[in-house]
């Protein structure tokens, strides 16, 4: 894989999921019959959408497949990768999929604006790895110390976590410079800010540029955003809800031995699904979520692996609802429920 084209791929698949919400709503309406069909050993077939090509940030599902989680939990699960053009909402809408990955909690919200009737039902990232990427400079220690500054942010950014960082910070779009997937002008400009993804532009940087960029983690400074979500149309729910269960159990499962165990099986399926991936890209992303408690901290620390919790969503539908991103009479309890969850329901 050329190191330039990562994180293009990273930031292209936010761009991709972001629209097309509004064609679901009528397909996903007339759906009266969702049960999930079964293979010849009437194991439950489920078909999960991931949100771009196969990587160590879909790794616990990959894992859940290679360890046969799903298997014991009579389920029989495909796992089919997105990429440039595959909208996740569109296959759910269509029935080509059962179940479907959710990037960010815009995601649910946009569904419940446009009236589709799908839920978030796991949030298996607590953090959402996007981060502000800078020069060093030992006078950096938090995004508050960024004001000032040029951000290269990507556009589909500018109706999303810059919304957020102008609210807590107070910066300005008259700092915003375009960002062109091309790390070029941030490795030119030791005064340039560019967004990216904890797992690989970072790195990226490092290999491209030749230093340890300053990193900086939105969620570790109050950005309330879940990331790599499981959405499920309600009338799968309501008709799948034992299989369904069993599906986040199972992944669950996955994402706990992904990031604490062997991950090498988990690996050798993603690099069969996308032969661009290299073991290098994959063992630094699953160090960085290790490091950062992307999977297992926040409120998985207290209420397991997938936990969601209302606190959270209402704090980011209240930040983007404010900015105008979303009216402030939207139900934004219906972006999520945490009944299928270990333990719950």
């Known amino acids: 894989m050329q190191r330039g084209a990562i994180p293009s791929s990273l930031i292209s698949r936010r761009l991709v999921l972001a629209g097309g919400v509004a064609t679901t709503v009528t397909a996903l309406a007339a759906c009266s019959d969702a049960n999930a069909p079964l293979d010849e050993q009437g194991r439950v077939r489920i078909r999960f959408a991931t949100d771009w090509r196969a990587q160590a940030e879909h790794g616990g599902f990959y894992q859940a497949l290679a360890s046969g989680a799903y298997a014991r939990r009579n389920l029989n699960v495909e796992i089919i990768q997105g990429g440039p053009g595959v909208n996740v909402p569109q296959l759910l809408a269509a029935g080509a999929v059962e179940l479907g990955m959710g990037s960010n909690s815009f995601i649910p919200l946009n569904l419940v604006a446009e009236g589709a009737p799908v839920k978030a039902v796991a949030a298996f990232f607590q953090k959402d790895p996007q981060v502000l990427i800078a020069h060093p400079d030992p006078a950096l220690t938090g995004i508050a110390d960024l004001a000032g500054r040029p951000f290269l942010l990507a556009d589909a950014s500018i109706t999303a976590f810059w919304v957020w960082l102008k609210a807590k910070f107070g910066f300005t779009d008259d700092q915003v410079r375009k960002y062109t997937f091309n790390p070029a002008p941030f490795l030119a400009d030791e005064r340039a800010v560019q967004q990216g993804y904890l ?47 069993a599906f986040i159990a199972a992944s669950a499962e996955g994402w706990r031995d992904y990031i604490k165990g062997d991950a090498s099986a988990a690996d050798a399926l993603i690099r069969r699904d996308n032969p661009d991936m290299t073991q290098d890209i994959l063992d630094q992303a699953r160090e960085q979520m290790n490091a950062n408690g992307v999977v297992d901290g926040g409120d998985a620390a207290l209420y397991g692996l997938g936990a969601m919790t209302a606190e959270r969503w209402q704090a980011f539908f209240e930040v983007m609802a404010e900015a105008g991103v979303y009216p402030q009479n939207l139900n934004w309890r219906q972006a999520f429920t945490n009944a299928y969850l270990p333990g719950r329901g």
């Not at 340890?212 to 499981?230: H, I, K, N, Q, W």
């Open 199 to 245: 797992t690989s532009e970072p790195y990226t940087i490092e290999q491209v540029g030749g230093f340890a960029p300053r990193v900086f983690l939105l969620a570790d400074e109050g950005y309330p955003s879940y990331a790599t979500m499981v959405l499920s149309p309600d009338g799968f729910a309501r008709d799948n809800a034992e299989a369904l269960r």
